[in-house]
């Protein structure tokens, strides 16, 4: 019995994180707290910017997996192999006072279904990452990489888009893609330190990304990007189902390459690694404490053209 309301349990966060990201109507905005240089390398060294031809279009492909095994005290486990791959297409560029504006549109996203999966839980996975079809919105940023502006279309902005899927998509690509650049002169061996707050389906994220600049060929770059989250002790509840979701801790870490191309909209890149929550769920037949270890990777792949 315990170990049937347990997988019930389990099943409910997952529920509820997914439904807690997608029921709202507004959520706050993810916000970058600027860049500081930590090294500022082998001279020489310039200053490092974008500068996106207008015309210019990226097309790529995200491709995510994820592996999540929670358990609790007792020792039993649910595991679930979710994964996502999305073709996107980012342009043309169009040249504005402060930077480039282009638009970002998935055109097409397929789940990645491991053999001999539940197939109650594969038609979920492929009715959620058919939402992701069509999807898209636009962008303005500056020559630093800083998002000025951004809105999404009326097709992202529906009820029913995952919305949780999508902020981590989101801002892993944000995070791998679109590197901030500092102001300062940089030159080989050079690193710097990115911050920022993430509202994660209710849970307040703090993240730092750190870049080290490992070679230079003309206008691409090659870095390498650690990338950590931490979590402070806090409590989310859902009144209209009765739970209340305190979190213990919270913590990941992973690391990447990107190779950042100055003239492009987007960058190749990859990066992977884990996760570590600890959760106390409370719901009216009871409490149960909840570990979630994760473990995940991201790829970015990207040719760009310019539209002539």
Avoid at 43 to 55: A, E, L, M
Avoid at 75 to 84: K, T
Avoid at 111 to 137: K, N, S, T, Y
Avoid at 182 to 210: H, K, M, S, Y
Wanted: proline share 4%; with cysteine.
């Amino acid at each position: 019995m315990m170990g049937c309301s347990l997988t019930r349990g389990l099943v409910l966060v997952s529920a509820l994180a997914m439904l807690a990201a997608c029921n709202r109507t507004k959520t706050a905005a993810d916000v970058d707290t600027g860049v500081v240089v930590l090294d500022h390398g082998d001279r020489p060294r310039d200053r490092v910017r974008y500068k996106v031809p207008p015309g210019t279009t990226t097309s790529s492909t995200t491709t995510l997996r994820v592996k999540t095994l929670a358990t609790s005290p007792d020792g039993a486990a649910l595991s679930v192999l979710p994964g996502v791959r999305l073709d996107i297409v980012s342009g043309p560029a169009e040249t504005t006072d402060r930077g480039v504006k282009f638009k970002v549109d998935v055109v097409h996203a397929e789940a990645l279904v491991p053999a001999g999966f539940d197939p109650e839980l594969a038609d979920m996975l492929r009715d959620g990452a058919a939402m992701l079809d069509e999807i898209g919105g636009s962008v303005e940023v500056d020559d630093h990489g800083r998002k000025l502006a951004g809105e999404l279309d009326a097709r992202t902005k529906r009820s029913d888009v995952p919305a949780r899927l999508l902020r981590m998509i989101v801002n892993a690509r944000e995070t791998l893609s679109r590197v901030l650049l500092p102001e300062e002169p940089i030159g080989l061996g050079a690193r710097w330190e990115t911050r920022r707050t993430i509202d994660a389906f209710g849970i307040e994220v703090q993240q730092v990304n750190t870049y080290t600049l490992v070679d230079r060929v003309g206008d691409e770059l090659m870095l390498n990007v650690t990338v950590q989250q931490r979590a402070l002790p806090q409590t989310i509840s859902f009144p209209e189902d009765g739970v209340e979701i305190s979190v213990e801790s919270m913590s990941a870490l992973a690391n990447g390459q990107i190779v950042l191309d100055l003239d492009a909209l987007e960058s190749d890149a990859s990066a992977n690694g884990s996760s570590e929550d600890r959760l106390r769920v409370k719901t009216v037949d009871g409490q149960e404490s909840i570990r979630v270890d994760e473990t995940f990777e991201i790829q970015i792949a990207n040719t760009s053209g310019l539209v002539r």
